[in-house]
């Protein structure tokens, strides 16, 4: 059993502890996931496989990373975040372990796909939870701080994968990743702590009324369709910059660039919702996510408008997933945040189960990476669209 902690007085100090090991939780998560794409070539290689079936396990880890988020975030309200990160981090590092072992593709969909994805799905939402309910006064900054984990994490993660798949290959670099990982979560424990002062109460009918509130499936459409886009650039924006000529460490460097500019997303737009509004905010980093994809577009692969994409795709990215969770809180407040925040994180999950094999089946079809990165253009626009309800509302 878990021992509890006296409870987090609000807005204190403590509450910051906590906030800041839920980033680096969530954010070692996130950082390892995103690294996929750094994988994809040399396991394809090894399973004699094509790319579409082998981004089907970055698919499937997706789906069960937020998808999870549904169930855990409903537990997470009423057993509190830290029971759910202890079980959550011990399934995902295990999980990464046990990759390292798989003889076949299809064990890697079960390992990786829904052993890394199930864990990760049990604690990203109870986490995020966490911190939105241990702040009032300073709510938008903590959150924000908590989405520039996830920043930083790609940052970092994704060069050592690469580096690591070098020096050892890929399945010595799932090993390292899981000790990586096992060290973050065992420090983040202590800090993490019960969920605050005043416990939320969830309400009864909480759950049958997410999708009545045209706010609500506004924020969930729109969601959906970001991460489609956004997983195909995370899934193939290194093998298609390879294909063009560019090493395997510069390439790796483009997922690194979207997680450092991630991070002045994350900070930076949060900041402006003060001024213009978590809507206002909100929408323009939809807006931003197209234009990136038209750099990648017309890059035909120069590196450094690969970099211009990465930067602007960043910037959309984080100021998206940072100004997002307060928006929701503003057009719904925090009773059943968990939940909101769960089912909210599906959308991201269905969103990257789409994206990636979708665009590695288009990418073994064809002969260029136009048609991939014209379709991700035609989703992401309408993403802008489906948001208007939303972004009204603040």
């Given at each position: 059993m878990i021992k509890q902690r006296t409870p987090i007085e609000l807005d204190s100090r403590r509450a910051w502890g906590a906030a800041g090991a839920c980033a680096a939780a969530n954010g070692t998560a996130f950082g390892i996931a995103y690294t996929f794409g750094n994988f994809v070539d040399a396991m394809a290689d090894e399973f004699d496989a094509t790319r579409g079936p082998t981004a089907v396990i970055f698919g499937l880890t997706l789906l069960f990373f937020f998808g999870g988020g549904a169930v855990a975030g409903p537990l997470g309200d009423r057993f509190g975040a830290l029971p759910m990160f202890v079980i959550g981090a011990t399934v995902f590092v295990t999980g990464l372990a046990v990759t390292s072992t798989v003889e076949h593709l299809w064990l890697g969909y079960l390992t990786y796909g829904i052993g890394v994805g199930v864990g990760a799905g049990m604690f990203i939402a109870p986490l995020s939870a966490q911190v939105g309910r241990l702040f009032v006064q300073r709510r938008a900054v903590a959150l924000a701080t908590l989405a520039a984990g996830n920043g930083v994490g790609t940052l970092v993660m994704s060069p050592l994968s690469a580096e690591l798949i070098e020096r050892n290959g890929w399945r010595s670099?799932?090993?390292?990743?899981?000790?990586?990982?096992?060290?973050?979560?065992?420090?983040?424990?202590?800090?993490?702590?019960?969920?605050?002062?005043?416990?939320?109460?969830?309400?009864?009918?909480?759950?049958?009324?997410?999708?009545?509130?045209?706010?609500?499936?506004?924020?969930?459409?729109?969601?959906?369709?970001?991460?489609?886009?956004?997983?195909?650039?995370?899934?193939?924006?290194?093998?298609?910059?390879?294909?063009?000529?560019?090493?395997?460490?510069?390439?790796?460097?483009?997922?690194?660039?979207?997680?450092?500019?991630?991070?002045?997303?994350?900070?930076?737009?949060?900041?402006?919702?003060?001024?213009?509004?978590?809507?206002?905010?909100?929408?323009?980093?939809?807006?931003?996510?197209?234009?990136?994809?038209?750099?990648?577009?017309?890059?035909?692969?120069?590196?450094?408008?690969?970099?211009?994409?990465?930067?602007?795709?960043?910037?959309?990215?984080?100021?998206?997933?940072?100004?997002?969770?307060?928006?929701?809180?503003?057009?719904?407040?925090?009773?059943?945040?968990?939940?909101?925040?769960?089912?909210?994180?599906?959308?991201?999950?269905?969103?990257?189960?789409?994206?990636?094999?979708?665009?590695?089946?288009?990418?073994?079809?064809?002969?260029?990476?136009?048609?991939?990165?014209?379709?991700?253009?035609?989703?992401?626009?309408?993403?802008?669209?489906?948001?208007?309800p939303a972004s009204r509302a603040a």
């Amino acid at each position: 059993m878990i021992k509890q902690r006296t409870p987090i007085e609000l807005d204190s100090r403590r509450a910051w502890g906590a906030a800041g090991a839920c980033a680096a939780a969530n954010g070692t998560a996130f950082g390892i996931a995103y690294t996929f794409g750094n994988f994809v070539d040399a396991m394809a290689d090894e399973f004699d496989a094509t790319r579409g079936p082998t981004a089907v396990i970055f698919g499937l880890t997706l789906l069960f990373f937020f998808g999870g988020g549904a169930v855990a975030g409903p537990l997470g309200d009423r057993f509190g975040a830290l029971p759910m990160f202890v079980i959550g981090a011990t399934v995902f590092v295990t999980g990464l372990a046990v990759t390292s072992t798989v003889e076949h593709l299809w064990l890697g969909y079960l390992t990786y796909g829904i052993g890394v994805g199930v864990g990760a799905g049990m604690f990203i939402a109870p986490l995020s939870a966490q911190v939105g309910r241990l702040f009032v006064q300073r709510r938008a900054v903590a959150l924000a701080t908590l989405a520039a984990g996830n920043g930083v994490g790609t940052l970092v993660m994704s060069p050592l994968s690469a580096e690591l798949i070098e020096r050892n290959g890929w399945r010595s670099a799932y090993l390292w990743l899981a000790v990586i990982a096992g060290v973050v979560f065992v420090a983040a424990v202590p800090l993490i702590g019960t969920r605050g002062r005043v416990p939320t109460p969830v309400p009864e009918d909480a759950s049958v009324k997410l999708f009545a509130s045209l706010e609500y499936r506004s924020l969930f459409f729109s969601s959906l369709l970001m991460s489609i886009g956004l997983y195909v650039a995370f899934a193939f924006v290194v093998p298609f910059a390879e294909d063009a000529g560019i090493t395997s460490q510069a390439a790796a460097r483009l997922i690194a660039v979207i997680g450092m500019t991630s991070i002045v997303g994350r900070l930076g737009l949060s900041t402006l919702t003060a001024r213009f509004g978590p809507g206002s905010v909100f929408l323009a980093a939809l807006a931003l996510q197209p234009i990136a994809y038209v750099i990648w577009l017309l890059s035909d692969g120069n590196y450094w408008m690969l970099v211009a994409f990465g930067g602007v795709l960043g910037v959309a990215y984080g100021g998206f997933v940072a100004v997002g969770p307060e928006l929701m809180i503003v057009t719904h407040g925090t009773a059943g945040l968990g939940k909101r925040m769960g089912v909210l994180y599906a959308a991201f999950g269905i969103g990257g189960l789409i994206g990636p094999p979708l665009a590695g089946w288009l990418s073994d079809n064809s002969s260029s990476t136009a048609p991939v990165i014209i379709l991700t253009i035609a989703i992401v626009s309408s993403a802008v669209v489906v948001a208007l309800p939303a972004s009204r509302a603040a």
